[in-house]
């Protein structure tokens, strides 16, 4: 193959001579870079675990409350309570930079800054199951959001690693290896055209000396 596709002179020796050290460095590189990105999808994995298992855990306990709340009180005063929201939730969605890839942040920004707003209703016509609900659904917000940000962070750290690992693989099994064999092949070509000028110059000799000798 090498002999159909490579043009065996000095200077595409060098090329390639270039091109192999090149690619060596890059494979060498990029297999850091694989790994490193194995190492924090892997401490994103097991944070999305953790995360899951306890958002999961708080959002059972409020609905558990919720149901507490709808049978100690009617259908009407428990969709008056939560009709008009005192406290409004903004998201600021930023990103940071983990080896080449863009992962998300959120923040989030409350309208008022009284922990108390989370309640839009009074407290004399209502059930503290129903306070109880509201508090844990406030408190879960934000382990809500950071589970967000892993999942997705995991998502786009795969699909990095994905593209990572067939670059390596390229690499590692079909550029170097077809390189070598170019080299090798270009190699081989200069060394017998040198032998076969060798051999050519040596009967110029031998046809110069009996010319000039007579014998």
């Known amino acids: 193959m090498a002999s159909k596709t490579v043009n065996p002179t000095r200077m595409e020796l060098t090329r390639l ?31 999305n675990k953790a995360l899951r298992e306890k958002v999961e855990k708080n959002i059972a306990a409020a ?9 100690s009180m009617s259908d009407e005063a428990l969709n008056a309570a939560l009709l ?30 009284d922990e108390n707003d989370i309640y839009s209703y009074g407290f004399a016509f209502t059930s503290s199951d129903l306070d109880d609900a509201v508090l844990s659904l406030s408190e879960v917000l934000p382990d809500l959001l950071r589970l967000a940000e892993c999942e997705k962070s995991c998502q786009l750290l795969a699909s990095e690693i994905e593209k990572t690992r067939r670059r390596v693989n390229a690499l590692e099994h079909v550029m170097i290896p077809e390189t070598q ?35």
């Open 17 to 47: 001579k270039k091109k192999l050290v090149t690619a060596i460095r890059g494979h060498k590189l990029l297999k850091d870079k694989r790994d490193e990105l194995m190492r924090q999808f892997l401490d994103m994995v097991r944070e």
């Open 63 to 71: 609905n558990k409350n919720f149901v507490l709340a709808r049978a």
């Open 84 to 113: 008009a929201p005192k406290q409004e939730v903004s998201i600021e969605v930023s990103s940071k930079n983990v080896m080449s890839v863009d992962i998300p942040v959120f923040k989030t920004k409350t309208r008022t800054s």
């Open 181 to 215: 064999e170019s080299i090798k092949y270009i190699t081989m070509k200069l060394d017998e055209n040198e032998r076969s000028t060798q051999i050519r110059l040596m009967k110029v000799k031998d046809m110069m000396l009996k010319q000039a000798h007579g014998y």
